[in-house]
Nanobody
Framework: QVHVVESGGALVQTGGSLRLSCAAS????????TGWFRQAPGKAREIVAA????????YYTDSVKGRFTISKDNANNTVALQMNSLKPEDTAVYYC?????????????????WGQGTQVTVSS
């Protein structure tokens, strides 16, 4: 069973950048697909981006395309989410999740292992 921990959340101004990191302990990330989700106050959790086991497949929700990049470093057992051109509507708790199986996961139930979350706040 993999254990994941997020880091990198912070307060940033509109237009700024942040890099979130998800570190895995236990089995390596090469055995798992990974996704980043977010949940804003009063809103449902939504997927932000996903990457397959090998990193060959990626997915982004429409609202972050062109601004966010998900990447995987299997050698260092980490998955990163580079967030550029941040907007106030990106404010949320961001969660890293890992899933068994191949391909991409698009919803929360596709994932088996979750981190505790990291807060991202974008001020206007």
């Amino acid at each position: 069973q993999v254990h994941v921990v997020e880091s990198g959340g912070a307060l940033v101004q509109t237009g700024g950048s942040l890099r979130l990191s998800c570190a895995a302990s236990g089995p390596t990330f090469s055995r798992y697909g990974t996704g980043w989700f977010r949940q804003a106050p009063g809103k449902a959790r939504e997927i932000v981006a996903a990457i397959s086991r090998t990193g060959s497949l990626t997915y982004y929700t429409d609202s972050v395309k062109g601004r966010f990049t998900i990447s995987k470093d299997n050698a260092n057992n980490t998955v990163a989410l580079q967030m550029n051109s941040l907007k106030p509507e990106d404010t949320a708790v961001y969660y890293c999740a890992a899933r068994d199986g191949y391909g991409l996961g698009y919803v929360g139930t596709d994932y088996n292992y979750w981190g505790q979350g990291t807060q991202v706040t974008v001020s206007s």
